[in-house]
């Protein structure tokens, strides 16, 4: 790990969030792939250019976005905000005529049902695309050094280049801008353990297609960033062509309204981003929960073989004014889960606390209930598995989840990109409830694909 770049910073030194190559520690990883039959794998990919599709349509109804998050708004002031933004976009006829999309979909093996679900669709700051096509590398190589004593084939490991597709797509994107002068600004956290993942895409990107990329935080952009009256994006005397958020997901990342002018600042301007405020609100909790409903998707696609597989993977998705369901899931709090509008690990509610919280909400009435949605419990397989963190090995059993990154790259009428981009697989301890690798849930793991039911390798 140490070898390949496949390291995070270290919680236990102050300074890895802020300085590049200090107090490394490998990423948590899984020692041998996780197995999933080679029909979902198959099924989870074909699903990637349809979502990306997906995705760009709902964008572009401006109206379906506003009215479909006009109760959560009133209730989440960081929806509220978002919406403002783009509201303001709306009013002045604002057209990204060059649309970037790089987004994961995350799926779980129900075991209840034996289908392939959805956990969710994310549209902004999609982690690991740098570190999961190394851990595929690891397990490859481990394969091939022990493969006899464990009885796996290395290529039953599907091949993993998120990173370099989605450097490309980056790069595509900086193309049709047709400036050579002009860069890439990603912008990030000002403290980032998760940056050597960042800085795979930043390496491909220079190396691969001549493109130079600066990090920038949302309060250095409020600080340094200016849009000409072209509509030009220059940072510190920069001309940016394309914008990439690993950052802007969450309220924490606008502790003041110097980041929130400096979103603003940059919807306002013609750079590239990924992803504009439409694309980030098409991946929120309640749109997720709204495209479920009967008759919405056509509302967006025509074709009907698309719709129905698309349909095929949706868990079940309720908002709280659904009263019978509420109900339900307050007599049956095990098979749900409260989602409330949050990307990022740690924010959904399970188990016994659905039934406390949702008890509370309908007591405090209102549009309280708006906050979150409802949706359907997964329940995966769980298999024995050897984790490693911290350099310690131990076995557990886990379960995993599967993410398939996807790149949307668009020009007017002409589809430049529309495909699926690596994959994503994170395994955690089957008693954890969430997924998330940066807040400590899970482990990195890779594919080994099999032609049956699913057990540990």
Same mark, same amino acid.
């Given at each position: 790990?140490?070898?390949?770049?496949?390291?995070?910073?270290?919680?236990?030194?102050?300074?890895?969030?802020?300085?590049?190559?200090?107090?490394?520690?490998?990423?948590?990883?899984?020692?041998?792939?996780?197995?999933?039959?080679?029909?979902?794998?198959?099924?989870?990919?074909?699903?990637?250019?349809?979502?990306?599709?997906?995705?760009?349509?709902?964008?572009?109804?401006?109206?379906?976005?506003?009215?479909?998050?006009?109760?959560?708004?009133?209730?989440?002031?960081?929806?509220?905000?978002?919406?403002?933004?783009?509201?303001?976009?709306?009013?002045?006829?604002?057209?990204?005529?060059?649309?970037?999309?790089?987004?994961?979909?995350?799926?779980?093996?129900?075991?209840?049902?034996?289908?392939?679900?959805?956990?969710?669709?994310?549209?902004?700051?999609?982690?690991?695309?740098?570190?999961?096509?190394?851990?595929?590398?690891?397990?490859?190589?481990?394969?091939?050094?022990?493969?006899?004593?464990?009885?796996?084939?290395?290529?039953?490991?599907?091949? +993993?280049?998120?990173?370099?597709?989605?450097?490309?797509?980056?790069?595509?994107?900086?193309?049709?801008?047709?400036?050579?002068?002009?860069?890439?600004?990603?912008?990030?956290?000002?403290?980032?353990?998760?940056?050597?993942?960042?800085?795979?895409?930043?390496?491909?990107?220079?190396?691969?297609?001549?493109?130079?990329?600066?990090?920038?935080?949302?309060?250095?952009?409020?600080?340094?960033?200016?849009?000409?009256?072209?509509?030009?994006?220059?940072?510190?005397?920069?001309?940016?062509?394309?914008?990439?958020?690993?950052?802007?997901?969450?309220?924490?990342?606008?502790?003041?309204?110097?980041?929130?002018?400096?979103?603003?600042?940059?919807?306002?301007?013609?750079?590239?981003?990924?992803?504009?405020?439409?694309?980030?609100?098409?991946?929120?909790?309640?749109?997720?929960?709204?495209?479920?409903?009967?008759?919405?998707?056509?509302?967006?696609?025509? +074709?009907?073989?698309?719709?129905?597989?698309?349909?095929?993977?949706?868990?079940?998705?309720?908002?709280?004014?659904?009263?019978?369901?509420?109900?339900?899931?307050?007599?049956?709090?095990?098979?749900?889960?409260?989602?409330?509008?949050?990307?990022?690990?740690?924010?959904?509610?399970?188990?016994?606390?659905?039934?406390?919280?949702?008890?509370?909400?309908?007591?405090?009435?209102?549009?309280?209930?708006?906050?979150?949605?409802?949706?359907?419990?997964?329940?995966?397989?769980?298999?024995?598995?050897?984790?490693?963190?911290?350099?310690?090995?131990?076995?557990?059993?886990?379960?995993?989840?599967?993410?398939?990154?996807?790149?949307?790259?668009?020009?007017?009428?002409?589809?430049?990109?529309?495909?699926?981009?690596?994959?994503?697989?994170?395994?955690?301890?089957?008693?954890?409830?969430?997924?998330?690798?940066?807040?400590?849930?899970?482990?990195?793991?890779?594919?080994?694909?099999?032609?049956?039911?699913?057990?540990?390798?």
């Amino acid at each position: 790990c140490a070898m390949h770049g496949l390291v995070v910073g270290d919680r236990a030194d102050p300074r890895s969030g802020t300085v590049p190559g200090v107090g490394l520690v490998h990423a948590p990883i899984s020692l041998l792939p996780s197995r999933l039959p080679e029909s979902f794998w198959s099924q989870a990919c074909e699903l990637a250019p349809l979502f990306n599709e997906l995705v760009d349509r709902v964008s572009l109804d401006g109206d379906f976005l506003q009215d479909s998050l006009s109760k959560t708004r009133q209730v989440d002031d960081f929806t509220s905000r978002l919406l403002d933004i783009h509201r303001k976009m709306m009013d002045a006829n604002k057209k990204e005529n060059i649309r970037l999309g790089l987004h994961r979909s995350d799926y779980m093996l129900d075991s209840e049902t034996n289908s392939l679900l959805q956990i969710e669709l994310n549209t902004i700051s999609v982690s690991f695309p740098g570190l999961c096509s190394i851990v595929t590398e690891l397990h490859r190589t481990l394969i091939n050094q022990y493969g006899n004593l464990l009885c796996l084939d290395a290529k039953r490991v599907p091949g +993993n280049e998120a990173s370099r597709q989605f450097a490309k797509a980056l790069a595509k994107a900086w193309d049709e801008f047709n400036v050579d002068s002009a860069v890439v600004m990603m912008i990030v956290q000002p403290e980032e353990r998760n940056m050597y993942d960042q800085y795979w895409l930043v390496k491909y990107l220079r190396e691969s297609h001549g493109v130079t990329t600066i990090r920038k935080t949302l309060s250095e952009v409020e600080a340094e960033g200016r849009v000409l009256p072209d509509g030009t994006l220059v940072v510190n005397d920069r001309k940016v062509t394309v914008v990439y958020f690993r950052a802007g997901y969450t309220p924490n990342d606008y502790p003041s309204e110097a980041e929130w002018s400096a979103r603003l600042l940059m919807e306002q301007s013609s750079a590239v981003k990924c992803p504009s405020i439409s694309y980030h609100l098409v991946g929120t909790k309640k749109i997720q929960q709204e495209l479920a409903k009967p008759n919405v998707l056509e509302r967006f696609l025509e +074709n009907k073989e698309e719709i129905a597989k698309l349909r095929q993977c949706f868990a079940g998705l309720w908002s709280l004014d659904d009263e019978e369901v509420v109900k339900s899931a307050i007599e049956n709090p095990d098979l749900f889960v409260l989602k409330p509008q949050r990307e990022g690990g740690g924010n959904n509610i399970y188990g016994l606390d659905v039934r406390e919280a949702l008890i509370r909400l309908k007591k405090e009435g209102g549009d309280a209930l708006s906050a979150y949605i409802l949706m359907q419990r997964i329940f995966p397989k769980a298999s024995l598995a050897s984790l490693v963190r911290g350099g310690v090995c131990h076995e557990a059993l886990t379960v995993s989840e599967l993410g398939i990154y996807g790149a949307y790259l668009r020009n007017k009428d002409k589809v430049i990109i529309n495909d699926k981009c690596g994959y994503l697989m994170r395994t955690k301890v089957s008693s954890s409830d969430e997924g998330g690798v940066a807040a400590g849930f899970a482990v990195l793991d890779s594919l080994y694909l099999t032609d049956k039911v699913i057990g540990p390798v």
